[in-house]
């Protein structure tokens, strides 16, 4: 019940929208399954159905095991629509500044979309756990939206929306299902003015060497790209960004990798996630 509270009660802060529109705030499931004794999660607008069944029903439900009694601590399960999936191609320079007087619709469309300054793109990050705690996070240091390259586990699937505690709902999200691409993902961050931030662990002489490329400018947006657990950048990302050498609306394509004092070769990618997003 902690979870669907989590989920439909707000998650304790306000949702915002982009593109598609995301439900802000709270939102009333569309089923939702209590135990007998049981009362509706806290904070949880009434649901359109509300149904009594036996905690193994629940279990069955939800998908979880039950105990060797044949029962479990369940008390509630909902069901509850998806969020809409954000559409981070509609947003672009052009629709907060342009040399050309904008139309009222242009207006009024820029007004109702923030603009987008920091993203975090996965690159077949496959755990689902570490993009559901990707998620959490990003959505609670402030960054405005996920991208999921393909590869990548999917951002609502069950072990992933647990890791998130109902941030799926509220930061705004791109799934791999439905056509993202290295080429997109480009042409995202070119309309809104982005650079790349590339997750790339780094021998000791390395660190100490020039970087290649142009350096990110304090004045434009991020976007951070977290590589995949075991091999980190796919070949397609690393062809992708090698192929923006030469363009010039791009400041920049930069590695950034986390100094390690200790005897570790890595951190866990939700873990060094964390504290990249964080700096």
């Known amino acids: 019940s902690t979870i669907i509270s ?3 009660g707000g998650g304790g802060g306000k949702g915002k929208g982009r593109g598609g529109e ?7 499931p569309r089923v939702l399954f209590l135990a007998p004794e049981a009362e509706a999660p806290e904070g949880v607008p009434k649901a359109e159905l509300t149904l009594r069944a036996p905690a193994e029903v629940l279990a069955k439900l939800a998908g979880l095991a039950t105990t060797s009694q044949g029962a479990t601590s ?11 999936e954000a559409e981070f191609s509609s947003i672009s320079i052009s629709s907060f500044s342009s040399s050309s007087a904008p139309s009222k619709e242009g207006k009024d469309k820029a007004e109702k979309i923030p603009p987008l300054r920091r993203l975090l793109a996965l690159d077949g990050v496959q755990d689902p756990g ?3 705690t990707l998620i959490r996070t990003a959505l609670a240091l402030g960054w405005d939206g996920l991208y ?11 072990k992933s929306v647990r890791a998130a505690r109902g941030a799926a709902w ?17 042409e995202v961050a070119k309309g809104a003015g982005l650079d790349f931030l590339v997750a790339e662990p780094r021998e000791e002489e390395e660190e100490e060497e020039e970087e290649s490329g142009r350096a990110p400018s304090s004045r434009r ?14 070949a397609e990302g690393r062809a ?25 070769e890595s951190l866990n990618v939700a873990t060094a996630g964390a504290v990249l997003m964080f700096e």
């Open 240 to 264: 992708a960004l090698a192929s923006l050498k030469n363009d010039s609306f791009l400041a920049g394509v930069s590695a950034v990798s986390i100094p390690m004092a200790g005897e570790m």
């Open 148 to 158: 999921c390259l393909p590869g990548t586990a999917d951002p609502w699937g069950d």
């Open 130 to 132: 570490n993009v559901g």
């Open 170 to 186: 509220r930061l705004p999200v791109r799934g791999n299902k439905s056509g993202s691409s290295w080429g997109e993902l480009l």
């Open 221 to 234: 947006g991020v976007c951070l790209v977290l590589g995949s657990e075991g091999s980190g950048l796919s």
């Open 74 to 84: 369940l008390s509630a399960v909902a069901v509850v629509d998806l969020p809409a």
């Open 22 to 28: 995301k439900e802000k705030g709270s939102f009333a």
């Open 6 to 8: 989590e989920v439909c």
